[in-house]
């Protein structure tokens, strides 16, 4: 039973060199966070259309926009899930980043062509704000955690060149 958590900690996230598993919170929020801010964006125009249109403008092909909102549902279940789970892999930071990218540039250029209304400037900030935290958390996970108090070696019980100390014998 070497590879278990000790109680209390997480099995989800990889363990650091300088101590056991700790949960990274930013990286849990970003997730939650983005799959809700998707969840609530792609199910909008598939339950109230009219609604959805007379915010953003009329649209001829009603099938797209709804294929297009389920899909987005569907990358922000995904990201809850992993949120929830607590389980933020390398693919989770992929699909949340490469969504907001993808949302964020397509917005500009749409906008920037005056094909979409500027009300999709709205949005474009909104994916810049989950690039910018999905950096920060792909920071935050990559950083290693200094190992707790009760993890420190006891005072005086060795430094690297001494015999015995944090090297090992000599």
Not at 16 to 40: E, N, Q
Not at 137 to 164: C, K, M, V, Y
Request: hydrophobic share 50%.
């Amino acid at each position: 039973m070497l590879n278990q958590p000790l109680e209390g900690e997480s099995d989800a996230l990889p363990a650091d060199s300088a101590g056991p598993r700790r949960k990274r919170t930013l990286p849990i929020f970003a997730a939650f966070g983005h799959g809700f801010f998707c969840l609530v964006a792609g199910l909008w125009p598939v339950v109230d259309l009219p609604a959805f249109q007379a915010v953003t403008g009329q649209k001829p092909d009603h099938w797209l926009i709804t294929v297009a909102g389920l899909l987005l549902a569907g990358i922000g279940s995904s990201l809850i899930i992993a949120a929830i789970r607590r389980d933020i892999a390398f693919e989770v930071f992929a699909l949340g980043i490469f969504t907001a990218l993808a949302l964020g540039v397509t917005d500009l250029i749409f906008v920037i062509e005056r094909i979409i209304p500027a009300v999709y400037l709205l949005d474009a900030v909104a994916e810049s704000l989950f690039v910018t935290l999905w950096v920060f958390a792909i920071r935050d996970l990559r950083r290693p955690r200094r190992p707790a108090a009760s993890q420190l070696p006891p005072p005086g019980a060795g430094t690297l060149t001494e015999p015995g100390g944090m090297d090992g014998p000599k």
